[in-house]
């Protein structure tokens, strides 16, 4: 269930070349080479899923089991001040490979990475409830 074309499928298949940082029976990890920060990071399922939402959950664990791993190794060698783990899915997410996959993204209080929003205030809390009823009717029970 790869994709020939997918450049994270190509490094699954070892038909292109990655800086392999770990890598388990369902997910692998290694250096971005278009790192927004040194060490920045990305892991990804073996197995091609476009996003999130394609992915079952019990294989999105094995993908969350390497990322905790990763982020664990990145803060001990390089003692960043901080890390985001980002993980987009779909053009409005700018998300720019189709394979799922978590950036592990060491920080530095001054690096200016757009990631963070304005906090100008609380949102109407009436809305805020709204939302929640809304998003909990999509749950499945239990």
Known sequence: MNDPRCI?????ADTRTCNLLAEDDEALA?????????GH????PKRHFATVF???ADLFGSV???TALVETAVRSALQPAGLSLVQ???VGANQTVDHLHIHVLPRRADDGLL??????GMADPARIAD???RIRDHLPAG
């Open 8 to 12: 994270f499928c190509q490094i699954v």
């Open 30 to 38: 290694f250096m971005d080479i278009h790192p927004a920060n040194d």
């Open 41 to 44: 990071c990305l892991v990804i």
């Open 54 to 56: 394609a992915i079952p």
């Open 64 to 66: 969350a089991r390497m």
């Open 88 to 90: 987009a899915n779909g």
């Open 115 to 120: 990631l963070n929003w304005p906090r100008s």
């Open 131 to 133: 939302l929640a009823t």
